[in-house]
């Protein structure tokens, strides 16, 4: 494989090579999507109005090595919260980003302070660095006493009974908890937290005075879990527990799509799957995948593979903070099989990193469809395939749960979301997927 191939889908390039560190300071475009109303503009890491994108331009192949090594390490913390046992991800030299890579502006605090926080619909409670945090990534934290409606939350509050290994320094409420390969430290607080032009008053999160790892968000992170201290709980007379968002294909200009907050404006022309509940980790969201169809063929997968199991955690989750699918085992041989006879077997296959199913030559690729109960969700190939922008090097995007961790967990990625308008209406327990470009 040719390290110096350009960059991955020739237009990040571009956005990698942008230099300086001010949100919308170099693109015009940047604001075109603002926040309005209940809608958050929605910025990838690598989009040139995030601060976040790496300052050194990676090949294309790099690149592509460096999203699936945070892709593993990501599917191995969501395997261990479906397992309740902490799994640390062996890195390598490189310090990997793991966390999330959507974010959306908050403002917090009277007078505001403007965040970056990102976007994991597999976690609840928000937490943002503090004024005085150690071993926090980013010199932007929030500076709590320059906030007049900022509170710590006492021992005795309800709100210490549901945050992770709560402990008591004094009268005020702290807590411990993993994140992906990183150790957290936070206060129990409450502020102000203003989403585009909603405000809601007294919003508890976690105030960051400690972190270890490469994994926090530089900035916080907003969870949009089903827990009690998610934002869909906090805001129940706000939003009624709905929310959309849109992510955008890797080739849009400005590389942002949207939240939507709330039940108004969501699509009318939808279709939906029954979300399941998992007792053993019930902020995450699962669907009943029953199927998948490559081609016209549906594949052959044994359905233990695919059957939810609450008493062990297996099934699938949708997820906004994995990129490329990955599926257990015996799913993913049988449509990575599926998909090579369907292209053709005179033609070489190669690979490149996690991805086994790569071609340097052009093919004719079938189409996938994952079937859930009551929908099926047909892909197009922007959606599960991946070129070097020479046109040289085409992979199917998606790959085997980690070898090293007991997986029994399928994850529906971001790539194959993109461009797809999910609508989370957890009143309704139902999980919806219409087709719409998302880029602002």
């Known amino acids: 494989m040719n390290t110096k191939s350009p960059l991955l889908l020739s237009l990040l390039l571009l956005l990698l090579s942008i230099s300086g560190e001010s949100l919308g300071r170099h693109s015009p475009n940047c604001n075109?999507?603002?926040?309005?109303?209940s809608t958050l503009q929605v910025f990838h890491i690598f989009s040139p109005c995030s601060p976040f994108r790496p300052s050194k331009p990676?090949?294309?192949a790099d690149n592509?090595?460096?999203m699936q090594a945070k892709d593993k390490a990501r599917v191995q913390f969501l395997s261990s919260l479906v397992a309740r046992r902490s799994v640390v991800p062996i890195a390598s030299g490189r310090q990997l980003i793991q966390s999330p890579t959507f974010v959306v502006r908050a403002k917090i605090g009277t007078p505001a302070q403007t965040l970056l926080l990102a976007l994991d619909t597999s976690n609840d409670a928000a937490w943002i660095p503090c004024s005085g945090c150690v071993g926090c990534p980013s010199a932007t934290v929030f500076s709590s006493d320059?906030?007049?409606s900022f509170r710590p939350l006492p021992c005795q509050s309800p709100q210490c009974n549901q945050v992770p290994n709560p402990s008591c320094s004094g009268?005020?409420?702290g807590f411990n908890l993993t994140y992906g390969s990183s150790t957290v430290a936070a206060d129990l607080v409450q502020d102000n937290i203003t989403l585009a032009t909603d405000?809601?008053?007294a919003y508890t999160f976690g105030c960051i005075r400690k972190a270890t790892g490469s994994s926090v968000p530089p900035q916080g992170l907003l969870g949009l879990g089903r827990g009690p201290l998610s934002l869909l709980a906090q805001s129940q007379s706000l939003y009624q527990s709905t929310f959309s968002y849109c992510l955008p294909s890797f080739k849009s200009v400005n590389f942002s799509g949207s939240l939507r907050l709330g039940p108004v404006a969501q699509p009318i022309r939808i279709k939906y799957t029954p979300l399941l509940r998992n007792p053993r980790r019930s902020s995450l969201y699962y669907v009943n995948l029953i199927a998948i169809r490559v081609g016209r063929r549906i594949v052959d997968i044994p359905p233990s593979?695919?059957?939810f199991n609450p008493a062990t955690g297996a099934g699938t989750i949708i997820d906004s903070g994995t990129t490329f699918t990955r599926l257990v085992a015996p799913a993913?041989?049988?449509?990575?099989d599926e998909f090579r006879r369907r292209v053709g077997r005179n033609i070489t296959v190669s690979s490149l990193g996690g991805f086994d199913t790569c071609y340097t030559v052009p093919i004719i690729s079938p189409t996938i469809t994952f079937m859930f109960a009551g929908m099926n969700v047909t892909l197009p190939p922007d959606n599960f395939l991946i070129h070097s922008s020479a046109g040289s090097t085409t992979c199917l995007a998606m790959a085997a749960a980690p070898d090293n961790v007991n997986s029994v967990l399928n994850v529906i990625a971001s790539m194959q979301q993109q461009n797809h308008r999910i609508l989370f209406d957890i009143p309704n327990s139902r999980l919806g997927v219409a087709r719409e470009p998302c880029s602002s």
């Open 146 to 148: 320059k906030s007049s």
């Open 305 to 307: 593979a695919l059957a």
């Open 64 to 66: 592509v090595l460096e």
């Open 171 to 173: 009268s005020a409420c």
């Open 58 to 60: 990676l090949s294309w």
């Open 332 to 336: 993913y041989t049988a449509v990575r």
């Open 32 to 37: 075109r999507g603002a926040d309005r109303g």
């Open 199 to 201: 405000s809601v008053p």
